[in-house]
């Protein structure tokens, strides 16, 4: 993961993301250990006070849970928790903001379905 220095998001943010995404796609698994902050802050060459910002979002998401002295792991219900955040959130101003973008270029309703059927054929 390359990440965005110059874009809206902040890199904690960024940061905590891409952990999300590794524990949705496998490579967490429930009370696994993940990244220290100094880990985080050697792969992804930034401070390590901002990957522990990183990590304290995933704590208070429920995502992690420190051990005292040992680190980080990953709850019981990350993954779950992530989907549902990511659905409510992220899926759902996509979707606004698809439809707002179909309605600017006058696309009806079946034109913007038939899109999306062909982008899911497709894998985009």
């Keep these: 993961m390359i990440l965005e220095t110059d874009g ?3 890199i904690y943010v960024q ?3 891409w952990l999300e995404t ?3 796609n496998g490579n967490f698994i429930t009370d696994q250990k993940v990244f220290s902050q ?3 802050a050697e792969i992804f060459n930034i401070n390590p006070a901002t990957a522990a910002k990183g990590l304290t979002l995933l704590v ?3 995502v992690l849970y420190k051990k005292r002295g040992l680190g980080m792991f990953v709850t019981g219900e990350a993954k779950a928790i992530i989907l549902t955040k990511r659905k409510e959130h992220t899926l759902k101003r996509l979707v606004s ?3 707002a973008e179909a309605e ?3 696309v009806d309703f079946n ?3 038939t899109m999306l059927k062909e982008a899911s054929n497709r894998g985009e």
């Design 111 to 113: 034109e913007l379905i």
């Design 22 to 24: 590794e524990i949705l």
């Design 104 to 106: 600017q270029l006058n």
């Design 60 to 62: 208070e998401d429920q």
């Design 15 to 17: 940061i905590a993301e």
């Design 8 to 10: 809206a998001k902040p």
């Design 97 to 99: 903001e698809l439809v």
């Design 38 to 40: 100094y880990q985080l």
